[in-house]
Structure formats: structure tokens, C-alpha cells
């Protein structure tokens, strides 16, 4: 379709990605591989990579199979609390990779500095306003802010609340918009609020191009937004980052980890440090074996709360396509024209 209002209102997301689309696909471990990100900017969109927890040389070679799928802009996230976090560094900086998304917990200045020096572009996450400034003075070229909306590990903010505090008070960078984000109408709010562009995950886990299991994709497309729920930190004590998911024995698995590992802390079996690991490397696992095997009951099926827009598998053109059509007739329509 012709692209009279969109082009003009996502033009700082596009000019900055290169690509003809500011539509980000968010980083998902276990989803978004060579295969999608590669499929994503093949059709205008731009695809991220999901470092994760992989060893280094998984993702040199992930990096370098997405280049030999697509000629388009495509990024890397890094997960900074990754065992493999140092070494991920060194391969895109080896790699040359042009954008670089930092996830996880605020990285530090040295680690800013060190991939920005070698021509990447930085683009971080930030919870909150001042950590955004500071992250600016540090050099980095864009902001992605995310909601509580989102899947997988989320923080307590709604995207409806962080829109209206960054978009109104950040002009130094781009800031990308996410979580919860399900159609073209809602991301034309966001641009005529300021936003660069938008990042999806969810939407685009059902994708023909994804390799996720199809009991995986089933369980998305079966889902209501009511479905996806964030985990619950039963004690201070052991903070646990919430994670939003669809509910199955999962995550009552996780409950009862969560309370064996409490009483293993209070009885001093265990240290503080160990047991948040335990936690971490169950989300791993629980991930993997929903992703890859097919196991919805105890496996994780991280989902933001946008998977009530999840309705069939389609390729991922026509999820673009939608959402690019729904978003330009909102446009239209903000301009009065129909």
C-alpha cells in the first residue's frame, strides 16, 4: 500500500536503522535466531539477534548465518549479567556488528565506550528517566523503553506511563517503544507522541519464519491477554525479577523453587548470590525445553500480554504488513482524512 503518513512520522526510527520499517523485533533467546531476524529485515523490518546465554562462538556464527540470510540492518542484544557477557563484546566488536543492544542491567561506561569505539552503534534499555540521562552523557545513540506488558523479565511500569514520561522529556536520541504492543493502531499513538519507532516480540513468535516449536505457537495462539502473568517475589530477601508468562505447571514449578530455595537462604544452607542463580538458570532451562522441545506444561512460555493479537500462524510479511496498514489508517484518521 502507499505510505502517505507513516513515512513522515517514523522517519528518526528509520533514518537510524536503515530500514524501511521502524519495527523492531525484540530479542527473544531460543526465537530470535539467524532465521527470523534474517526474515524480519528481508521484509523491512529490523531483526535483533538474542545473545543470551550462548557460548561465543555460537554467536559468532549466528551472527555470521544472519548476514548470509540478509543484506539489511540487523542488531545483537547482549544480556549483561550473561556468563559469556565479556566475550559477546569481543565478538561484535570482531564482527563489526553496526548495532548493538545492551539488556539485562544498566552497562557500565567502559563497556559503552569500548563498542561504540569500534563503530557500533549503542542502544540500551532504561526503567527509569535518570538512568536514560545518564546512559545519554555516556554516549549512547538510542533508547528502548519496555513495560510491564512485555514478556519474559519485566519491571513494574506500565508502557502507557513510561511513553509519556521519556517521550516528553527525552529529544538528545531515538527512543524505540515496547511491551504490549500488538497492532499498527496502537504504534501510531506512539509516533504521534514522539516515538522513533517500536519494538514486538510476542506477535512475532507465531511467524512462519520462527523456529519455535509448533506446540510453542499453539499455546500463544490459544492465549488470552489474561493468560500472560508476571511471577510474584514471595520474599525481600531473595529478589526475584518478575516474569511475565503464560501460566501453566511452570510456573507453579517455579513457585516451589522459589520457596525451597527461601528456606534453604534462611536456614543458611545456601548464599543469597547461588540461590538467584538457581532462579535465573531455571528460566533458562524452562525456556529451552517450551522453545525447542515442545513442553508447554513445565516449560516456560514467556509471552507479553500483546498475545491476545496472536490469532493463527502467518508469514512474516503479512504480520508487517498489518501492522504497518493499521498503523498508517490511524495515522490517516488522526489527520482527520477519513
Same mark, same amino acid.
Given at each position: ?88 563484546? @569481543? ?8 548495532? +548493538? #543492544?545492551? =539488556? %539485562?542491567? *544498566?552497562?557500565? $561506561?567502559?563497556? &559503552? /565506550? ?50 509519556? @514520561? ?8 531515538? +527512543? #524505540?517503544? =515496547? %511491551?504490549? *504492543?500488538?497492532? $499498527?493502531?496502537? &504504534? /501510531? ?150
Amino acid at each position: 500500500m502507499e505510505l502517505k503518513h507513516l513515512p513522515k512520522a517514523w522517519k528518526r526510527g528509520t533514518d537510524f536503522l536503515g530500514t524501511r520499517y521502524a519495527i523492531m523485533c525484540g530479542a527473544m533467546t531460543w526465537v530470535s535466531e539467524s532465521t527470523l531476524v534474517a526474515a524480519i529485515s528481508n521484509e523491512g523490518g529490523f531483526g535483533v539477534l538474542a545473545g543470551g546465554n550462548m557460548p561465543a562462538e555460537l554467536l559468532a556464527k549466528e551472527i555470521s548465518d544472519t548476514r548470509e540470510k540478509t543484506k539489511n540492518p540487523f542488531g545483537v542484544n547482549l544480556i549483561t549479567v550473561a556468563p559469556a557477557f565479556k566475550q559477546h563484546i @569481543e565478538v561484535v566488536i570482531r564482527e563489526k556488528c553496526p548495532y +548493538v #543492544f545492551f =539488556a %539485562g542491567t *544498566i552497562p557500565s $561506561g567502559k563497556d &559503552i /565506550a569500548e563498542v561504540k569505539a569500534a563503530g557500533s552503534r549503542v542502544i540500551c534499555f532504561a526503567p527509569v528517566l535518570s538512568l536514560a540521562k545518564r546512559l545519554i552523557k555516556q554516549g549512547i545513540d538510542a533508547l528502548v523503553i519496555e513495560g510491564n506488558e512485555a514478556g519474559g523479565h519485566v519491571g513494574p511500569v506500565a508502557t502507557s506511563v513510561l511513553a509519556q @514520561e521519556f517521550l516528553l522529556n527525552i529529544r538528545e536520541v531515538p +527512543v #524505540f517503544v =515496547a %511491551g504490549g *504492543i500488538g497492532t $499498527g493502531e496502537i &504504534i /501510531a499513538q506512539y509516533l504521534s507522541l514522539g516515538a522513533a519507532g517500536v519494538q514486538l516480540g510476542t506477535r512475532f513468535v507465531a511467524a512462519e519464519e520462527c523456529v519455535a516449536h509448533p506446540r510453542f505457537k499453539e499455546a500463544f495462539i490459544r492465549a488470552a491477554a489474561r493468560d500472560a502473568m508476571p511471577t510474584s517475589q514471595f520474599d525481600p530477601s531473595l529478589p526475584a525479577i518478575p516474569v511475565r508468562a503464560i501460566v501453566n505447571e511452570g510456573t507453579r514449578d517455579f513457585n516451589r523453587l522459589q520457596l525451597t530455595l527461601l528456606n534453604q537462604l534462611k536456614s543458611g544452607e545456601i548464599t543469597r548470590e547461588d540461590a538467584m542463580v538457581r532462579l535465573e538458570e531455571f528460566w533458562i532451562g524452562a525456556l529451552r525445553r517450551a522453545v525447542v522441545e515442545g513442553d508447554v506444561e513445565h516449560g516456560s512460555l514467556m509471552a507479553g500480554q500483546s498475545v491476545a493479537f496472536v490469532k493463527r500462524v502467518q508469514p512474516v510479511r503479512e504480520i508487517l504488513d498489518e501492522l504497518v496498514a493499521g498503523a498508517e489508517g490511524a495515522l490517516a484518521r488522526i489527520a482527520g482524512e477519513n
